[in-house]
Each structure stands twice: as structure tokens, then as C-alpha cells.
């Protein structure tokens, strides 16, 4: 399968609150997970990707947490801003094989910080 | 570098109209790819190209088709368009160099058709 499931659909948190999304997916030949950052009436675009072989990564105020064997991988935010409201989404590809970078992405979250 | 540049931003269309939607990058990547997004649904593949000359479909391809002539280009055509066309799409771009992929999307082109 190439599903990629993501949830919640919608996200509201205050300013400095901590909004986590999660992903699950099923193909294990997926082994790459970016997750992408779009702003209304805009492309998305790369804000952070981990592959499996660690379970962590961290850049600046944007953490991703994967878990191999759940085959689940979820992205935290640090204290949250009003300029992070913007639709998040999850996506995975089988970047070692023969996908050409194709990426299968989750249904999207739409995150408001409000201030 | 102008990065990935998509025209129109905005169309509308009639029921059975055709249009091309035209994709230009110029950070001279091999790889590129068209989706669409419709709320709630992420976006899907369309149609993806590895080079100029080669073209293959993606997971949505009905009514879509894709032409790759040079490195730079990558328009999709429409030829008989249907209301169930009317989405956003995107364009992208991509290098396999070093083993890490990474896709830089155009600002999109917003399409109704009615």
C-alpha cells in the first residue's frame, strides 16, 4: 500500500503551545519522510526530513520523532508563533529505489496559533 | 534562480475546453512532477518525468497529458476538461545528487471548470 495517514485534520493552539501531527504509513520501502510547510495561495515547501535510520531529528524550533517499527513518524513544534499557522503535511518515498522522488503525502493539517 | 515558475496562477474553464498549463525550473534538475491538491486530500501525483524525453504517469493520469522536451520544461495539457479537474496543481522539481532527493514546488495554478 501507499498510503500515508495523517492526523488530526485541524490543529488550534495558543502561542508557545506544543502542536503535534502524526503520519503512519505502510510500504516499509519507504525511507524518507519530509515534512512540508504551505502557506495559503502558495506551493509547499520543504521544512524538515528524517530517514529511518535515527529517531530523531531536530532543526530549530521543528522536531520530527520516528518510530521504525510502529511505522509512525510524527512532527513537534517548539514554542509555536502565529507565523506557523500554515498547513502541514507528511510525506514519504522510496528514495533509495526506483520512485524518482515521487513523494506520497498525507491529507494535510491545517495548524492556527493563535496569539 | 527564479526556482519553479508556473503560469497561469488562475483559469477558468469551460466543460470540454482544453488548456495547457505551463512548469519551468531552472535549477537544471532531472526530475519532475505535477500534482494536484483538493482539500482534505493532500496533494497526488499526476504525472512525473527523469529527463527530457521521458514521461510516466502517477497515481491520478486520467485526462492529463505530459510532454518533456527539454531539462527546463514540463507542461501538462489538458485536452477535454471536466469539472472534476478543478483543483490546484503544482509543479515540482527535483535532484538525485548525493542520495537525497529534494522537491521544490512551484507557486501553483488555481483551475475551475465549470
Known amino acids: 500500500q501507499q498510503q500515508v495517514k495523517q492526523s488530526p485534520q485541524s490543529l488550534i493552539v495558543q502561542k508557545g503551545g506544543i502542536p503535534i501531527i502524526n503520519c503512519a504509513y505502510e510500504n516499509t520501502a519507504f525511507d524518507y519522510f519530509p515534512w512540508y510547510q504551505q502557506f495559503p495561495g502558495k506551493g509547499p515547501a520543504l521544512l524538515i526530513a528524517?530517514?529511518?535510520?535515527?529517531s530523531e531529528k531536530k532543526e530549530g524550533r521543528f522536531t520530527i520523532s520516528f518510530n521504525k517499527s510502529a511505522k509512525q513518524f510524527s512532527l513537534h513544534i517548539m514554542d509555536s508563533q502565529p507565523g506557523d499557522s500554515a498547513t502541514y503535511f507528511c510525506?514519504?518515498?522510496?528514495?533509495?529505489?526506483?520512485?524518482?522522488?515521487?513523494?506520497?503525502f498525507g491529507q494535510g493539517t491545517i495548524l492556527t496559533v493563535h496569539p | 534562480n527564479a526556482g519553479v515558475t508556473q503560469t497561469p496562477k488562475f483559469r477558468i474553464l469551460k466543460i470540454g475546453q482544453s488548456m495547457t498549463l505551463q512548469c519551468t525550473q531552472d535549477m537544471n534538475h532531472n526530475y519532475m512532477y505535477w500534482y494536484r491538491q483538493d482539500p482534505g486530500m493532500g496533494l497526488k501525483l499526476i504525472y512525473y518525468?527523469?529527463?527530457?524525453?521521458?514521461?510516466d504517469k502517477g497515481e491520478v493520469p486520467n485526462g492529463y497529458n505530459v510532454s518533456r522536451s527539454t531539462t527546463e520544461d514540463f507542461p501538462l495539457r489538458l485536452e477535454l476538461a471536466a469539472p472534476s479537474q478543478t483543483s490546484v496543481y503544482f509543479c515540482?522539481?527535483?535532484?538525485?545528487?548525493?542520495?537525497?532527493?529534494?522537491?521544490?514546488f512551484g507557486p501553483g495554478t488555481r483551475l475551475t471548470v465549470l
Open positions: 528524517i530517514r529511518p535510520d535515527v
Open positions: 515540482a522539481s527535483s535532484s538525485a545528487s548525493g542520495g537525497h532527493l529534494r522537491e521544490f
Open positions: 510525506a514519504a518515498s522510496d528514495a533509495g529505489g526506483t520512485s524518482y522522488g515521487k513523494l506520497t
Open positions: 518525468s527523469v529527463g527530457a524525453g521521458i514521461t
